[in-house]
């Protein structure tokens, strides 16, 4: 673990830009890296956030299959909806970009051919699956088949997801293409392979060593288990039509596989953001004083923990991630998200439905933060957190200060008397939360470090609650100055200590307390700052409070200064919004069942004769009525048109005696009685189930009288 680096790298996983984000991304990778991120910032650290637009691989070339359009019109739509919704969230990038960018397709060439010249790949002719039909090899995603692990059949060529299993394609039992449906042959071709098998010795001393007791516990027990079951070559370049050209003689039709160049683009995108700002970018990825740190999720640790540094350790001149603190999964009510399923809550849409109210997602989404194991995301709990805390801890300390001050010195804060022994205590409380939420945030737990802000707004609506103020003033107004002198200090160090988590309420606050006129007031910290680090650069003197100001400073916002009136931060969710919610899941899980639900196989060949033996006639119920003691059987009469008979149907669970009196049936009229319960029941109603899986009665779809044959 590097100790006060001079810079740090952040980097956010680069999104597929195949599909919208949804909840999932944002608790597993973005928020987090935008909590650490924003957090050294306040600390005046030098900074370079960075992510992009993975627009390479086979997840887009299926996209666009599928949507019937180019791969570039695939990832110009998903690149632009992602964009705006990393924006509308507050995801505070130093740079954003694309890896079908000129500068990435140059810097992932440059970086092949390094390590080609240096002789650090294998050449080797191998047999890869091809569909004849299509006439095209088979990229590891247009392959599914049985996984040889867990025996699912929906694995893919390049992962099960059942699993969680990494792949090759011709690992697969029974595979099928994904184009045509045939099952591929084995063709040969060229390509080019990391031995990764090489570094199986770096990579045990780097991190099992190194990194045994700062890397989280499910992060090293992954890549413990792969170095133990042995490190084998992996491909780096495939046969497709969409990515970056292999840059090397003989490799026409070949292209980088994403993998390999996807990681590349932090430090192209790095570039990127360099040249633009006029700085030089290697001190960001080459100086052993830089802190570099991936935010991804559990299914990226094999790349970002083996095969990235494995590549930085081969080209020679890179720095190695100091820390991979990736997440475990989040969930949605009870099952995986799932982007092809629409089984998802996206970000885009949640603004439509919940407008303003990011931080109450962020919010949300880190209480049950995904970090040591895959957690759920219920709107109940969203609604709870809401209304329980946001609400109620949170809004409701900053709204009475605000509104009292406002009430008592109209808006103007009082200079506070002589201290108590209460007021002492609370304000050294107060000062030792940034230390305390530091030690939570340096460690990656951010679930930690939300619930210690929290403890913030309840240790002011302790003293509130403790003191009575608004009694007080009845008989002593001097004592009253002092106790909202002191609530203040408590909600001006909410309003920074709360920026890296809810960076929206975090501003509003600010702006309710009209901290922006204190610029001057607060210079000295900045300047404080720069003194402590003189190769800082991105210093702003004018910045209103620091995160370390809170412990070291007593008067946060001072005597004489004017607040401005009451606003709510967080509003309460009611039942009805949430119930809209579910409802929207439980409509997509219907979809889901109709799309995936497959016809029977057709039963054996039968004779016409055996059919001619069937009698079945158009009837009408007369009569219905549960059978007692069964919950799944009614005993209805039947006027089938040759008689009126008893028969017994299992349709119980589906429907009420009453809304099926006079219901037009097909009845299977000639089949044997049978004794059902001590009820002689005389034929079958013919039922089938509708998409939902509800029952459906088989009737006529025009009028036929009782009694006419089905033939």
Request: glycine share 6%; hydrophobic share 40%.
């Amino acid at each position: 673990m590097i100790q006060n680096p001079k810079r740090y790298t952040i980097t956010a996983a680069l999104p597929y830009t195949n599909g919208p984000i949804h909840i999932g991304h944002l608790a597993g990778v973005y928020v987090p890296a935008d909590i650490y991120s924003r957090y050294l910032r306040l600390q005046g650290k030098d900074v370079a956030f960075i992510c992009g637009s993975d627009e390479h691989g086979v997840a887009i070339s299926m996209k666009a299959k599928k949507e019937g359009i180019t791969p570039q019109e695939v990832i110009d739509k998903y690149d632009g909806i992602i964009r705006k919704s990393f924006s509308d969230f507050g995801i505070s990038f130093n740079n954003y970009s694309r890896t079908s960018a000129k500068i990435h397709h140059d810097t992932a060439s440059e970086f092949f051919r390094t390590l080609y010249d240096k002789g650090d790949f294998i050449e080797e002719v191998t047999e890869q699956l091809y569909d004849a039909k299509a006439n095209q090899f088979l990229a590891d995603r247009f392959v599914v088949g049985t996984c040889p692990k867990c025996g699912n059949d929906g694995a893919y060529g390049d992962q099960c997801e059942n699993c969680g299993s990494t792949l090759n394609a011709t690992d697969l039992i029974n595979p099928k293409s994904t184009i045509t449906g045939e099952t591929p042959i084995l063709k040969e071709t060229k390509h080019w392979f990391l031995p990764l098998d090489r570094y199986s010795d770096f990579l045990t001393k780097w991190i099992l060593e190194g990194h045994k007791n700062d890397w989280k516990t499910n992060v090293y027990g992954q890549v413990k288990s792969w170095i133990d079951a042995g490190l084998e070559p992996r491909a780096v370049t495939r046969d497709l039509d969409w990515g970056i050209d292999v840059p090397v003689e003989g490799a026409e039709g070949k292209k980088l596989y994403v993998w390999f160049d996807a990681p590349i683009g932090y430090i192209s995108s790095t570039k990127e953001w360099a040249a633009r700002e006029g700085k030089d970018w290697e001190p960001y990825w080459k100086d052993e004083e830089t802190k570099l740190v991936h935010f991804i999720g559990k299914d990226n640790i094999v790349f970002h923990c083996i095969i990235f540094p494995a590549m930085l350790k081969a080209e020679g001149s890179y720095i190695l991630p100091d820390n991979v603190p990736a997440n475990e999964f989040l969930n949605l009510e009870g099952n995986k998200l799932s982007t092809s399923k629409n089984w998802a809550v996206w970000l885009h849409e949640y603004l439509e439905e919940f407008p303003d109210k990011q931080d109450v997602l962020r919010y949300a989404l880190t209480s049950n933060a995904p970090e040591t194991k895959d957690n759920d995301f219920t709107w109940k709990d969203f609604q709870a957190r809401n209304n329980n805390e946001l609400v109620a801890v949170f809004g409701n300390f900053v709204n009475r200060v605000v509104v009292l001050t406002n009430k008592y010195y109209d808006g103007v804060i009082p200079t506070p008397n002589e201290f108590t022994e209460v007021d002492e205590q609370t304000l050294a409380e107060l000062k030792a939360y940034p230390a305390v939420i530091s030690s939570s945030v340096e460690r990656y737990r951010f679930r930690e470090a939300l619930g210690e802000l929290m403890n913030v707004a309840r240790l002011g609506n302790k003293y509130l609650a403790d003191e009575e103020p608004w009694k007080v003033m009845k008989d002593n107004p001097e004592r009253v100055k002092t106790q909202m002198y002191v609530a203040l200090q408590i909600a001006a160090a909410l309003s920074i200590l709360a920026e890296p988590f809810l960076p929206f309420t975090a501003a509003k606050l600010s702006k309710i307390l009209n901290l922006n006129d204190l610029k001057e007031h607060f210079a000295g910290f900045s300047k404080f700052l720069k003194e402590k680090d003189r190769d800082a650069k991105d210093i702003v003197i004018d910045k209103t409070l620091g995160w370390n100001d809170i412990s070291e400073n007593s008067d946060l916002i001072p005597a004489g200064h004017k607040i401005g009136e009451a606003e709510l931060l967080f509003a309460k969710i009611e039942d009805e919004e949430i119930q809209k919610q579910i409802d929207k899941l439980e409509a997509t899980k219907t979809a889901n069942l109709a799309e995936s639900k497959q016809p029977e196989p057709q039963k054996d060949l039968i004779q016409f004769e055996d059919f001619a033996k069937m009698d079945i006639r158009i009837g009408t119920i007369l009569e219905a009525e549960k059978m007692p003691k069964a919950n799944k059987l009614l005993v209805l009469k039947v006027d089938t048109g040759i008689d009126v008979r008893t028969i017994v149907s299992g349709i119980a669970e589906s429907f009420s005696p009453e809304e099926i009196i006079g219901k037009r049936v097909s009845v299977l009229a000639n089949l044997a009685p049978r004794a059902l319960r001590g009820v002689e029941s005389q034929g079958m109603i013919l039922m089938t189930t509708n998409a939902e899986g509800k029952l459906v009665f088989v009737n006529p779809d025009a009028d036929a009288p009782n009694g006419s044959t089905v033939n």
